[in-house]
């Protein structure tokens, strides 16, 4: 049973810094691209950061130059940096990992983010 666990949600104040991790056990990690999606409340689930198998990466405008996504293959993991978080950046965040034309995809349970001071 695929299984994404997300971690490193938590308060910070604006302006600092938070980096999550989601750990997948899936079996060939390496072909799966890797995306970080939120959803704020009241507001549909957006898409944060991908990454794709080979290491391209893309970013939503709102986030670009403040967070940066990143895979590690031999631990079956996908991070996201965040910095300068901003209070619009509160939200739960999910990992997905999806391939073969997303004939499997897969979501992990949501990992709560607090912007505020």
């Known amino acids: 049973q695929v299984q994404l666990v997300e971690s490193g949600g938590g308060l910070v104040q604006p302006g600092g810094s938070l980096r999550l991790s989601c750990a997948a056990s899936?079996?060939?990690?390496?072909?799966?691209?890797m995306g970080w999606y939120r959803q704020a409340s009241g507001k549909q689930r957006e898409l944060v950061a991908g990454?794709?198998?080979?290491?391209?990466?893309n970013y939503a405008s709102s986030v670009k130059g403040r967070f940066t996504i990143s895979r590690d293959n031999a631990k079956n993991t996908v991070y996201l940096q965040m910095n300068s978080l901003k209070p619009e950046d509160t939200a739960v965040y999910y990992c997905?990992?999806?391939?073969?034309?997303?004939?499997?995809?897969?979501w992990g349970q949501g990992t709560q983010v607090t912007v505020s001071s």
């Open positions: 997905n990992a999806n391939a073969l034309a997303k004939r499997y995809n897969y």
């Open positions: 899936v079996r060939i990690f390496s072909i799966y691209t």
């Open positions: 990454i794709t198998s080979g290491g391209s990466t």
